[in-house]
């Protein structure tokens, strides 16, 4: 707890007050609950100085500071679906009908003279912009402060450069006097244009749109400020009628203030300020988890950056009786998207052979959520990676996913060490290096590095571990895609002896499956069902599914789209292979040499016996005429379609298929693992659509 404390002071005070970072907000965020949860489990243990005793860093001293008439406070925060039950469960405790669901009125209104009944429990549901927190007074109308949240009771006076931003109202559209907050954000363009700019002149990009807003908005020349555009939401009314008589909390507003959260920000609409559209009346929490999963999937749509939802009681007097904590209200809380980084500790470092004879260190960690998914391994790629990160068995670390490839360890959280950290030592020998067969007792087979590469690899390149590793990938879903022959079948039919090669596959018969633990006769007939349908086979498929080194779908199918035969593909000359776009030196010397080995040439042969082509094409129907007269350029690996699938269907729209980026390209379709394609798309502005984006351009 002691060391949560010192890193997460650390990396706050970077973050709220010096507007630069070296972790990412997600991490915080991670280290930040592990705290919170360590605290809750002992109360005792909390000090005045933890951070989830604070609202937020200090005010710089370069502007006035403002003590604020209405104390700022932060929300707590939701990671989970049982995260958000939990907290509805508190509310309904809370309220005084433990036991109850939150009741469906369809007007979700209740008074604030009433006591709180069950029917005026209802949530409002309100995206989560990441930007910097503002807080807004007017008197009469008119603008008079503008200032910045700080450590909740005194922040830094912005007004000169808040008056700059077109979307704050300068004069409301009712004389009245009250404080407002909301968050000021900076555009995705808008972000774009400002680091391309930065970059240029040699400053530093900044990292994030909360970072950029809030560096704009420190700015002392609001000359500057106007020009980077920054935009505003505004979501709370908390004050009203100032003057004489002083700040009116917000629990008082009445008669202007309404009796629920929904109808507040139609009200705030109707003064004049810029409110997000898209919040929800949610009648019960199963309400709310599904506006939470909606946005998910939608967060990457707006021109603003979302980190999550904010759950608010509707009822203005359930809220009353909600009240507070020592920092946070207990009628709202933010639920949080998925985090892409999470921080967890390295339990292990194992080491693992690839189909190639690669070695590859993994990192066995503490099981950690990440991404909306458990995760507790994370590839540390090669000894040189573990050199550079220094990683060791006992670390905090921050993991970080992206789509849906293994997680990466992206920084090794230092300031955690304990002392009892072990460094990983990188051995000379492996288990899993040994021929098939061998002894484990013969110490290990040799590993070397490979020449001129950080890899390491097996010396023997037909290991047992490697040939198991070929054969996952030659039944895997953009190989032979024989869905009932996964790892573990594969591993009892090595078990037993029934696979050597590959065409070994399409032999086998039912007598030698029912001798086998755990198989029926159904089971026998539909693994050996499933085998037969896949005896037809497109030439990418089948290229795919040999491994050669180098060679993965996109560049299979290049090969296969050029030579049009197997024949040709055999007989190939190097240089022939080189001047295929997309294949350089590497890829056309490890195709080259592949085919001319004489086992290799057996093994294609055997497999040729058992298994025949099928022409390249796609099962699907979506003829048309949508996409007449534009360019798409294929790369990576897609989540659903082969190469000759979506060329196809782009074909059947009346698109074109090119296989080079320009400017004349209209739509770059990438999946996972894309190439230069995409970096030259990038650079080119071209617009870069996933799988499902295309389907929605031909539906």
Known sequence: MVKLRETINYHRRLYHVEDRQEISEEALDSLKYELAKLEDRWPDLITPDSPTQRVAGQPLAKF????????QWSFNDAFTEEDIRAFDERVRRGLGFRGETSARLPDGQGSLKDSPRKSDLSYVCELKIDGLHIVLTYEKGLLT?????????????????????????????????????????????????????????????????????????????????????????IYDLSAINLGAKGAVQRESLEPLAPVTQAEELKLLARLGFKTNQHFQVCQDIDE??????????????????????????????????????????????????????????????????????TITPVANLRPVLLAGSTVAR????????????????????????????IPDIVKVLTEMRTGKEKIFKWPTHLDACLPAGASAEAGGGPIERVPGQVAWRCVNQNSYAQLKRKFYHFVSKHAFDIEKLGPKVLDLLFEHNLLTEFADIFKLK??????????????????????????????????????????????????????????????????????IEGVGEIVAQSVFAWFKQKEN???????????????????????????????????????????????????????????????????????????????????????????????????
């Open 64 to 71: 006035e500071k403002v003590t604020h008439q209405v104390a």
């Open 601 to 699: 040439q057996k093994l294609v042969a055997n497999l040729l016996y058992c298994v025949k082509f099928t022409p390249e094409g796609s099962p699907r129907e979506f003829a048309g005429d949508k996409l007449k007269g534009q360019t798409f350029v294929l790369t990576g690996t897609l989540p659903t379609l082969t190469r000759a699938e979506a060329k196809n269907l782009i074909k059947q729209n009346g698109g074109n298929v090119s296989s080079s980026v320009s400017s004349q390209t209209d739509y770059v379709l990438a999946g996972s693992e894309a190439g230069s394609k995409l970096d030259k798309a990038e650079k080119l502005g071209v617009k870069i659509i996933s799988e499902t984006e295309f389907y929605k351009l031909i539906k």
């Open 378 to 405: 994370a590839t540390l790629h090669n000894e040189d990676e573990i050199r550079r990160l220094d990683v060791r068995v006992g670390d905090t670390v921050i993991l970080q996913k992206a789509g849906d490839v």
């Open 145 to 233: 402060t503008a200032a910045t949240r700080g450590d909740g009771k005194v922040g830094e006076n912005v007004t000169a450069n808040v008056r700059t931003i077109d979307s704050v109202p300068l004069k409301l559209n009712e004389a009245v006097d009250v404080i407002v907050e909301g968050e000021v954000w900076l555009g995705r363009a808008q972000l774009a244009k400002l680091n391309q700019n930065r970059k240029k002149i040699g400053e530093p990009e900044f990292a994030n749109p909360r970072n950029a807003a809030a560096g704009t908005l420190r700015q002392l020349d609001p000359k500057i400020v106007a020009e980077r555009k920054l935009d505003t939401f």
């Open 288 to 357: 709310v988890i599904k506006f939470w999963q909606k946005w998910q999937k939608r967060k990457d749509s707006q021109d603003y950056w979302l980190d999550g939802v904010v759950v608010k009681v509707n009822g203005r007097a359930n809220q009353e009786k909600l009240g507070y904590t020592g920092k946070a209200p207990r009628f709202a809380i933010a639920f949080k998207f998925p985090a892409e980084q999470v921080t967890t500790v390295v339990e292990s470092i194992v080491l693992q052979v690839g189909r190639q004879g």
């Open 510 to 579: 039912k007598d030698d499956l029912l001798t086998l633990p755990r198989f029926a006769e159904k089971s026998v007939d539909n693994l050996l069902l499933a085998i037969n349908e896949k005896r037809q086979v497109t030439l990418a498929r089948f290229i795919v599914a040999l491994s050669i080194p180098n060679v993965g779908e996109e560049t299979a199918e290049d090969i296969a789209e050029h030579f049009g035969s197997l024949e040709k593909i055999q007989t190939a000359s190097f240089e022939e292979l080189q001047k």
